[in-house]
């Protein structure tokens, strides 16, 4: 089992969303959109310079800024792919 | 110039001044003019008939 | 009972793209703007239907995620449902995501308001494999429900029947049971006076949701804020959510199944369009087989319109007597009227181009691979919407800016949007790269557009840093699944631009060329008053070659930019009636330099009236207006030299 921040993890890496921290509205904001602890979190798609990138959870893909993202505590489930 | 070129001419000023008038008091005071767009969402009377 | 009412509210909610505004388009007859994005209804709308005797009044409200978060569109719909409450919501539920949709739900059941549930894009979940028990959900969730879709009409009767039964629904609010500590803070809340959805939603929105009455509730709240903070890592909103999202997995448990991937073919697309490497050529090569295409595939049907448009001048001409009434309509209303109509093709094409962009889902993709690029001069994430809307008309893509809450990146929005080169100078580009590019006209047009993109984000670096910020906004964007655009949309949509485009010809363009034919042609002997005109202002636009003709045209474009093209379509009186003779003389009397640097002052220079109007009414003062008018003048007149200069040691 290893912590770390979304930004941290990689392409086709698997990882389960631990805690999401920062300002209220922002996690107002990800709770609304169904970004909730517990749930799967992979790497979908990655933007030239590497921010922002695409998170698939379950069907919805959610595109964040690192600056979001680094608030996201994640969980890394398998190294595999 | 004929009488009736004088009468266009007349018509078509008074026109032309009219719509003018109309055109900028719609543009400046209404949420959105009737020319300008179509599909704006900022009021009600956009599409409606 | 009070008497039968026979007047009611509806009001639709749901989700960001859910299709609630197709629907509503369905429902009403209406043609709001649909895209698959987040964000293209900002305010609410309204449309009118009858049925069996009783007369329907519908709001579109903005897709909204919650009730408790605080941005704009969720603002607007929920001082709507406190202020004015409809006598019956329709909710509107995405079933390709029903867990999140219903969360919204759950808000509304909490607050007990009337409501009655559409699932759309039904048919997009069972072609994944995926199932939803209706009546199952239905008798779940103790509110009627039915399977509808936004693209087809075929189930409106039936959904306006559902309605009609439901006009008078009692409702119970729904409980939730939280987490104990939550539910201790509800009951301190409710205890001095909240209702439970009040509690729930202050808890949720951190005090924002709910106005509380007096000080004892204040202090209440407060203190329970305190307590919880003290006692949990996680935020309220959070541990809300953790109950509500337990109360649907219970509920969907029985009533549904669903695969949690996507599809193969929406996953390919994603590789290839979203590519670390391939997005960002991708997305620009599109752009290019866009404006290829609108240039030449219009470029046919163009030439029916110009040979009926010369015709009926022919003929007009030979029956009518000589008068000025004749010159009246040939040479000012037929010239320049025809002379704009010819672009009609191109202009759909173009609109159609973008709207198959819009529908399928590939903006939003494309918004997030400009994201670096846009948050780097400054632009919030969400001035894509805007500046993409700019393409069609700047006007409600100026409107459409108010859902940036951040002072400076809506300003910068605002005055960027002018340089985003709107439908009505895609006539003067077709026309001036027909003539002096004749072999590479689509490639010309893409690359002003792209200058203007170019020219937008330079000023929005600038402006970055010449105001100064209030805060930073967090850009969260939902990816959309892919679509196939539906036939009828794009049919309806493509039509409509059709529609205004001839509406503007009927209106601005027609006044314009009369205007400039009697200023032509007056006085009889002598210079005209246009050329006196042209002339006196033409030593300011003398550096980039322009002769008296395009200074004129130029002017007679703060109207509106296509009546430059009538302009000179009317000022190149030529004796061939038709575009050949236009091109031939303007082939001739401009350099072909002139002629790119006509185009590049069309692009730059200040904004239609109708823009103007806009961008003052939105920012609130003049001076913004001012400084837009401004902007405008000196960049296309620096850009325009530039452009001449350069142009000529190559051309």
């Not at chain 3, 709001?59 to 409450?85: F, K, M």
């Not at chain 3, 050329?531 to 130029?554: C, D, H, N, S």
């Amino acid at each position: 089992m290893f912590s770390m921040t979304l930004p941290e993890l990689k392409t086709r890496q698997q990882a389960i969303i631990k805690t999401i921290a920062g300002p209220e509205p922002l996690r107002q904001r990800l709770v609304a959109l169904g970004v909730l602890k517990g749930l799967n979190i992979s790497v979908a798609a990655t933007s030239l310079l590497g921010n922002p990138r695409v998170y698939s959870i379950g069907k919805q893909q959610i595109c964040l800024r690192s600056k979001e993202a680094s608030y996201i505590e994640v969980e890394l489930q398998s190294n595999g792919g | 110039m004929t009488l009736f070129d004088w009468f266009v001419l007349v018509a078509v000023v008074v026109l032309l001044g009219i719509w003018f008038c109309r055109y900028l008091y719609r543009t400046f005071n209404r949420k959105c003019s009737s020319t300008g767009c179509s599909n704006c969402s900022g009021c009600g009377n956009a599409k409606k008939k | 009972m009070a008497d039968k009412k026979t007047s009611y509210t509806i009001a639709l909610l749901g989700n960001p793209n859910c299709g609630k505004t197709s629907l509503f388009n369905q429902l009403t007859g209406a043609r709001q703007r649909t895209g698959n994005m987040a964000g293209v209804t900002v305010t609410s709308r309204e449309g009118h239907k009858k049925w069996r005797g009783i007369d329907f009044h519908f709001i579109d409200l903005p897709g909204i995620y919650s009730l408790a978060n605080s941005r704009v569109e969720e603002r607007v719909a929920r001082d709507y449902l406190l202020a004015t409450p409809p006598d019956l919501i329709l909710n509107v539920v995405d079933a390709n995501n029903l867990a999140r949709n219903l969360a919204l739900t759950t808000q509304l059941l909490e607050q007990g308001l009337p409501i009655v549930i559409a699932l759309n894009m039904l048919d997009e979940l069972e072609k994944q494999g995926g199932s939803i028990d209706l009546h199952e959900l239905s008798l779940g969730l103790v509110k009627p429900l039915m399977a509808s879709d936004g693209r087809s009409n075929h189930h409106i009767a039936e959904l306006m029947d559902l309605l009609l039964e439901n006009l008078e629904q009692a409702s119970e609010p729904l409980l939730i049971a939280y987490e104990p500590h939550i539910e201790w803070a509800i009951n301190a809340l409710t205890e001095v006076g909240l209702t439970r959805w009040q509690s729930i939603r202050w808890l949720e929105s951190c005090g924002d949701g709910v106005m509380l009455n007096h000080d004892e509730q204040v202090k209440t709240a407060q203190e329970v804020l305190v307590t919880l903070a003290n006692r949990h890592d996680e935020s309220l909103a959070e541990m809300i959510a953790e109950g509500r999202y337990g109360y649907i997995h219970g509920l969907l448990h029985k009533s549904s199944s669903e695969h949690q991937d996507q599809s193969v073919a929406d996953h390919w697309l994603d590789r290839v369009t979203l590519n670390r490497w391939l997005g960002m050529p991708i997305f620009v090569l599109l752009l290019w087989v866009m404006f290829e295409a609108t240039f030449t595939l219009g470029s046919y049907p163009a030439d029916w319109i110009d040979a009926s448009v010369s015709w009926v001048g022919q003929q007009v001409g030979a029956l009518m007597p000589a008068s000025l009434l004749k010159n009246l309509l040939v040479e000012g209303l037929i010239a320049g009227v025809g002379g704009v109509l010819v672009f009609l093709p191109n202009v759909v094409l173009l609109f159609f181009f973008i709207a198959l962009l819009e529908q399928s889902g590939y903006m939003a993709r494309a918004a997030f691979l400009t994201d670096n690029l846009m948050s780097k001069v400054g632009l919030h994430g969400k001035a894509f919407v805007p500046l993409v809307m700019g393409f069609g008309c700047n006007v409600p893509a100026i409107m459409s800016a108010r859902t940036i809450e951040e002072p400076r990146a809506r300003l910068i929005t605002i005055l960027i949007n002018p340089f985003m080169s709107c439908s009505a100078r895609l006539p003067v580009y077709v026309l001036l790269a027909g003539i002096f590019f004749t072999d590479n006209a689509g490639t010309v047009m893409f690359s002003l557009y792209m200058l203007g993109i170019l020219v937008a984000f330079t000023i929005a670096a600038l402006l970055a840093r010449t105001i100064t910020s209030h805060h930073d906004e967090t850009f969260i964007m939902e990816l959309p699944p892919w679509r196939f655009p539906s036939g009828r949309s794009m049919a309806l949509h493509v039509w409509d631009k059709a529609a205004d485009f001839l509406k503007k010809i009927g209106g601005v363009i027609l006044v314009g060329s009369i205007l400039i034919w009697l200023l032509q042609s007056f006085p009889l002997h002598g210079t005209p008053w246009l050329e006196q005109l042209g002339r006196f202002v033409a030593p300011l636009f003398a550096p980039m070659g322009f002769g008296w003709q395009e200074t004129v045209a130029l002017l007679s474009g703060f109207i509106a930019k296509e009546v430059i093209a009538a302009s000179l379509v009317v000022v190149y009186q030529t004796d061939m009636n038709d575009m050949a003779g236009l091109q031939a003389a303007l082939g001739s009397a401009l350099a072909p330099a002139s002629g790119l640097a006509l185009m590049v002052f069309t692009l730059l220079y200040m904004p239609c009236l109708a823009t103007i109007a806009t961008i003052r009414r939105e920012t609130g003062s003049w001076r913004w207006a001012a400084v837009s008018i401004m902007m405008g003048l000196v960049l296309a007149w620096i850009g325009a030299w530039l452009v001449y200069n350069v142009a000529s040691l190559w051309i």
